[in-house]
T-cell receptor, first 114, second 111 residues
């Protein structure tokens, strides 16, 4: 089975540009999580969805960040406008419906904002 | 979120067992104990989880103290590929699984 798929794997952009990160969860999973990882702050939960509905977005750092999940097989995390301090690795993870929220992570998107 | 405490780093020799401790003295009755590991340049990987009883799977064993205030992840025979950061987290099953990753334990395996 395919795991969580994220694209792009690497993104380099200039400050002020819009960035869109994409995630395809594991088929059949109904919870989806977006994380950000930096050396300074470690692994931070940004937002999570359950059955395509955003449950908690308290980890989203600013209004520049937004996330959507239009259907069970696709989610996006958008940063507009991007800033150098947004540089990080962004992970998407999904969880199955009949478990205890064990999460399966994607390979991550390494974002560099110059 | 209930917090966990782990040693910053541990070392092990290849092919020897490794016991990774985690303290979670403020654990609540609905919290499951989850372990993940993150190999260099990869996303975190689910390892194992449990509630009260000890658990075994193909990757590791999880030993949970009777009072649930601590747990230990056991790798029965460490290999060089087990070198990673190991995270112990508590997951509240009543809150759609929201939890916080701490700094974890960096495991070094020596040949």
């Amino acid at each position: 089975d395919a795991g969580v798929i994220q694209s792009p794997r690497h993104e380099v952009t200039e400050m002020g540009q819009e960035v869109t990160l994409r995630c395809k969860p594991i088929s059949g999973h109904n919870s989806l999580f977006w994380y950000r990882q930096t050396m300074m702050r470690g692994l931070e939960l940004l937002i999570y969805f359950n059955n395509n509905v955003p449950i908690d977005d308290s980890g989203m750092p600013e209004d520049r960040f937004s996330a959507k999940m239009p259907n069970a097989s696709f989610s996006t995390l958008k940063i507009q406008p991007s800033e150098p301090r947004d540089s990080a690795v962004y992970f998407c993870a999904s969880s199955p419906p009949r478990g205890h929220y064990e999460q399966y992570f994607g390979p991550g998107t390494r974002l560099t904002v110059t | 979120d209930a917090k966990t405490t782990q040693p910053n780093s541990m070392e092990s020799n290849e092919e020897e067992p490794v016991h990774l401790p985690c303290n979670h003295s403020t654990i609540s009755g609905t919290d499951y104990i989850h372990w993940y590991r993150q190999l260099p340049s990869q996303g975190p990987e689910y390892v194992i989880h449990g509630l009260t009883s000890n658990v075994n799977n193909r990757m590791a064993s999880l030993a949970i103290a009777e009072d649930r205030k601590s747990s230990t992840l056991i790798l029965h025979r460490a290999t060089l590929r087990d070198a990673a950061v190991y995270y112990c987290i508590l997951r509240d099953n009543t809150n759609a699984g929201k939890s916080t990753f701490g700094d974890g334990t960096t495991l070094t395996v020596k040949p």
